[in-house]
């Protein structure tokens, strides 16, 4: 049970390019998150999933893009790279819509946008 | 707009000691409150869940404490160990359509042996 695993955990790229950063979770989760963390700033999300099949814009969806592939999987894109996007971006689940569900957070992604 | 603050932003103490972080929010509007740790480099791990009808909840050394009406948490540790060093985050939960998370930008705790 490896619980929310998160790929690539380290990406450079240069302004303009794009990637996809892929998450999966294997507790048979309804909801999926994707936060971004930046330093003197808490986390905010950028886009959820409440359920498979549905997703929706959170406080900081400019940007970016993301696909519910099938329950386990909710991928996040960067069609064209700023360096305002340099982060650490974390992937989220939770069994419900949230509220007294808790979310299980990976690892994180520490993407850097020269 | 809901906004959480976490003072100090940074605390060093020898070990042993008992400790309390603090988490205060604008707006007494919550769903619940949750504490969660976060390790150097790691994801966040879920502490406790205050739902917003407790005052409080606890976890082996953990007890964490929410006054809605002065819009506070308090998250209490005893006899602290080095091992707890790491940064602890509070969310408010908010109910607007589905549940949404407001973090506060954690303390950052030393336990020094």
């Known amino acids: 049970n490896a619980g929310v695993t998160q790929t690539p955990k380290f990406q450079v790229l240069k302004t303009g390019q794009s990637m996809t950063l892929q998450c999966a979770q294997d507790?048979?989760?309804?909801?999926m998150y994707w936060y971004r963390q930046d330093p003197g700033m808490g986390l905010r999300l950028i886009y959820y999933s409440a359920s498979e099949g549905t997703t929706d814009k959170g406080e900081v969806p400019n940007g970016y893009n993301v696909s519910r592939l099938n329950k386990r999987e909710f991928s996040l894109r960067l069609e064209s790279a700023a360096p305002s996007q340099t982060s650490v971006y974390f992937c989220?689940?939770?069994?419900?819509?949230?509220?007294?569900?808790?979310?299980?957070f990976g690892p994180g992604t520490r993407l850097t946008v020269l | 707009k809901q906004e959480v603050t976490q003072i100090p932003a940074a605390l060093s103490v020898p070990e042993g000691e008992n400790l309390v972080l603090n988490c205060s929010f604008t707006d007494s509007a919550i769903y619940n409150l949750q504490w969660f740790r976060q390790d150097p480099g790691k994801g966040l791990t879920s502490l406790l869940l205050i739902q917003s009808s407790q005052r409080e909840q606890t976890s082996g050394r953990l007890n964490a404490s929410l006054d809605k009406s002065s819009g506070r948490s308090t998250l209490y540790i005893a006899a602290s160990q080095p091992g707890d060093s790491a940064t602890y985050l509070c969310a408010v939960i908010i109910s607007a359509g589905t549940y949404k998370y407001i973090f506060g930008t954690g303390t950052r705790l030393k336990v020094l042996a």
């Open positions: 989220a689940s939770s069994q419900g819509r949230g509220g007294t569900d808790t979310q299980y």
């Open positions: 507790m048979n989760h309804n909801s």
